[in-house]
């Protein structure tokens, strides 16, 4: 089974800091998950990639399949960013292929 | 809007007693998946169902029991049988269960506490 770490576990920033979240794996995947888990606890899926880069507003995130790493990226972080930023990944599979990270939880100050 | 719906978003149980978290989309999605997350965890596949009238154990399965006897619905019942319940628990959904390719939506979870 993937072994899926992420840092920093707590990260603090002000307001307009630029943000980078890490995820690293152990054992080559097909995609990878970025979801985003507010406050009250539901989770919203924000990129699902397996190569190169995606950017959705002031959000990026890449991936490097040689290095086994991914990177998530704010720009222009504002305090409703804060969140919990989870990573997943998955080697194929069915259902069951999905190994979560723990989570980087993220607080932004005004 | 479509999207998926779970209730209660809180729930106390006693010592004993078997409840049962309800989830229901209204996205057309064929997957469907409870998940637990517990403090400083990553999320962990209780029950997943591909179709209706079909379910797979997940890596926690035990002391759960689920049924899918409509596309939209999968409730998970906590039976008495689970000895640490207490726990926040995700409903999510996909197309399908290409978790390669497909995105996975989830719900706003249930907080489940055993008193």
């Known amino acids: 089974k993937n072994e899926v770490e992420q840092s920093p576990q707590n990260l603090t920033a002000q307001e307009g800091e630029f943000i980078t979240i890490n995820c690293s794996y152990s054992?080559?995947?097909?995609?990878l998950h970025w979801l985003q888990q507010h406050p009250g606890g539901g989770i919203v899926s924000l990129f699902m990639l397996s190569s190169g880069k995606k950017k959705h507003g002031r959000l990026i995130a890449t991936i490097n399949i040689q290095e086994k790493h991914s990177s998530l990226h704010i720009t222009a972080s504002h305090p409703r960013d804060s969140a919990v930023y989870i990573c997943?990944?998955?080697?194929?599979?069915?259902?069951?292929?999905?190994?979560f990270g723990k989570g980087t939880h993220l607080i932004i100050q005004p | 809007d479509g999207g998926i719906t779970q209730s209660p978003k809180y729930l106390f149980r006693k010592e004993g007693q078997n409840v049962t978290l309800s989830c229901e989309q209204n996205l057309n999605h064929d997957a469907m998946y409870w998940y637990r997350q517990d403090p400083g965890q990553g999320l962990r596949l209780i029950y997943y169902s591909q179709i209706v009238n079909d379910f797979q154990k997940g890596d926690i399965a035990e002391g759960y029991s689920v049924s899918r006897e409509k596309k939209e619905s999968f409730p998970l019942t906590v039976t008495s049988a689970q000895k640490n319940p207490t726990a926040f628990y995700l409903c999510?959904?996909?197309?399908?269960?290409?978790?390669?390719?497909?995105?996975?939506?989830f719900g706003e979870g249930s907080w489940l506490t055993v008193v």
């Open positions: 997943a990944v998955t080697s194929g599979g069915g259902a069951d292929g999905l190994t």
């Open positions: 054992v080559g995947i097909s995609a």
């Open positions: 999510a959904s996909s197309i399908g269960i290409a978790q390669w390719r497909d995105t996975i939506y």
